[in-house]
């Protein structure tokens, strides 16, 4: 026994479990420190992306969900849907969201579910940006934004909505009917305050599509109109801090149907008969990719690369660089009916099989199904959607069970802005007078 004011000895033991206490305790310290550093950073990044106190505010709560939603645990794919027709499969926050005739479904990346939405639209469409979905009614009057906890707003216009389209950091594009324009687009901060207004004229014509850099104050929109007697796209590059129009570009004879950035300086668009690059500062075309009197079946869009599925003939994929030119040509089975570009291959969604390919052009495998592939959808994993049912795609031979709708390889997520869903991006239809 220890005399009285005299400290014990301690063993060699036991001053080698205080100090890696200590260790642990410094750790967790430093851990704390980094997330609240981190935190800050994302709120400095936030406020500097919005320019708005309102609207960063707002998006605390994506920030906050996001960080329970990681922390939490998830049974994994594969998951059952529910689900039947799929409109539109978009991802988000490393899950996705995916839209049916009644249904909106939102997952986590851990396949979760998170929310799931009976939306009664006639004619629903989502438009994803970040963390957050907006679902509306096209030719309806309600936009809703969503995020993956909760509805955050509910807004109802005069005129009936055409399209939406969000950007990466949450601000809201609406475009509506108006009754003495050709229609009239409004932005809205990720607060749903009023950011931005652009009344396009009969010249300029009525918005098809939209699509935000990722700045999230420059846009550019592709409008349709009919001059000397054949339909004639025009862009528009616009900018929240400017009243008057940046740029403009026109495509005489041809219809667009999609709208990519291709980082901070190009824009993508594809049109029925042809694609095209333009300066986003001055609205000059860089490229072209003609498409030679074939038909354009599906377009993805990853990064700076692109894929097209043109039929005429033998069915190829097209697989092309910032510059529009080729980096392979593939020949695609006859029942080809998608095309899903990533940042490593080129898959083809068949009749009842999907097949993939490398970048330039050699197939690297091919898996069949039971039921024809919905959709494929790189996410923080590879997803196919599938009778129903989402999977974790792998390789034949990798997979591991996966009941009925094989498994695909695994990929890094796709980049923002990138259309890789393997449903093509739905058309805003033109109002009809």
Known sequence: MAKPGIPPKHSTTQLHTARLKQIRQ????????????????AVLAVLWFTGVYGSSIALIGDLWDSVRISAASGPGFPQKTGLGELYQVEELAGGFAALAQKDLVVYSAKGTQLRSIQHGYARPAIAVGGRRVCLYNRSGYEVRVESRSKTLYTKTFEQPVLFCAMSPGGSLAVVTR???YAAELTVYSPGMEFRYGWNPTDTEGIPLRAAFAADNRRLVVGCLTAREGQVCTGLYWLDTRRDQVAASASAPGSTLLQLHWLGSDLVLAVYDDMAAVYDAATGEETARYSYGGRRLV????CGQMTALLLAGGVQRIAVLNASLEP???IPAASSARK???TRTAAYSLESEA?????????????????SPPQALLPAQELLLFCAGQVSEMEPPGEALGTAG?????RE???EAGSDASGLDAPLSEAPTE
């Open 178 to 180: 108006s009754a003495r």
């Open 26 to 41: 410094a750790r967790r310290a430093r851990r704390a420190r980094s997330f609240l550093l981190a935190l800050l950073a």
């Open 412 to 414: 890094a997520p796709a």
């Open 339 to 341: 095309v899903v570009l």
């Open 327 to 329: 980096a392979a040509s």
């Open 354 to 370: 999907v097949r993939c390919y490398s970048l330039t052009g050699e197939e690297q495998w091919s898996q069949a199904l039971q």
């Open 298 to 301: 599906s377009a993805s869009v």
């Open 405 to 409: 709708a094989g498994g695909a390889q």
